[in-house]
């Protein structure tokens, strides 16, 4: 008979990570969602937040870089027809601001959990994600960033897999426009609007909780409401 490595650690260390693996599959099932509404209450959103937006980005040269535990030399990249060739998602969700404004978006994109389940970046093993299946596999954290890199939003990962957490090309029926943060930016309705990153340039998995731009500036890091 084969022991595998856990078997071998002493009681209160193997304990401790069955505990770990059982609370991450709770949270993982019990994934709240947030409140969906009729089409019909969807509205345009103001424009909130320029921070790391490149007007002048050519959206032909665009690529999404995907980066796992393996690092960077190992990054994949997606163009956005990669992007769209994923399964498509339709909500409509309230986009609640800090500031104390929220508008009811209708939004098309694909869930960053199909994403993760194509690249096998968000774990250990770099074998596709399975939140429910085998929790204990994936890495802690997803990290996005503008191209410049000057915006930056740091997710737990129940959050990043949660099934309403979308990659978005499209807003209001029409495709992103520059201002919204085409040609891809993150939805993430159980998150305050600043976690909602627009005109993604890179998503990093990682064990090491990200840097989160209004973190760093007194922001509660989870942001979640
Ligand atoms: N790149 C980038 N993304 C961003 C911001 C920003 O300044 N830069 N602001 C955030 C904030 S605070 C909000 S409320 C939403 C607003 O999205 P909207 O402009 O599409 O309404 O974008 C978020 N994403
Ligand atoms: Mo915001």
Redesign the pocket.
């Known amino acids: 008979m084969t022991r595998s490595a856990e078997d071998e650690l002493p009681w209160p260390l193997r304990r401790a990570l069955e505990f770990d693996e059982r609370l991450a599959q709770g949270t993982f099932r019990a994934s709240r969602r947030s409140p969906e509404f009729p089409r019909s209450a969807a509205r345009m959103?103001?424009?909130?937040?320029?921070?790391?937006?490149d007007w002048g980005l050519d959206l032909s040269a665009w690529r999404l870089q995907v980066v796992g535990a393996a690092g960077d030399h190992a990054r994949r990249s997606f163009t956005l027809d990669d992007i769209k060739a994923l399964p498509r998602v339709e909500m409509t969700t309230e986009?609640r601001?800090?500031e104390g404004w929220s508008t009811v978006v209708h939004w098309a994109g694909t869930r960053l959990s199909d994403l993760a389940a194509v690249t096998g970046s968000a774990t250990c093993s770099g074998r596709p994600a399975d939140p429910i299946g085998n929790a204990a596999d994936l890495l802690g954290y997803a990290a996005l960033e503008?191209p410049d890199r000057e915006?930056y939003v740091g997710l737990d990962m129940a959050s990043a897999l949660h099934p309403q957490t979308l990659l978005c090309y499209e807003m209001g029926g029409q495709p992103l426009t520059p201002?919204?943060?085409a040609p891809l930016r993150l939805v993430i309705p159980v998150k305050y609007?600043?976690k909602?990153?627009?005109?993604i340039g890179t998503i990093r998995f990682t064990d090491r909780r990200p840097a989160d731009y209004w973190a760093e500036r007194g922001y509660d890091w989870y942001a979640g409401h």
């Open positions: 959103p103001r424009v909130n937040g320029s921070i790391g937006l986009l601001c800090i503008t915006y201002d919204h943060g609007g600043i909602s990153l627009k005109q």
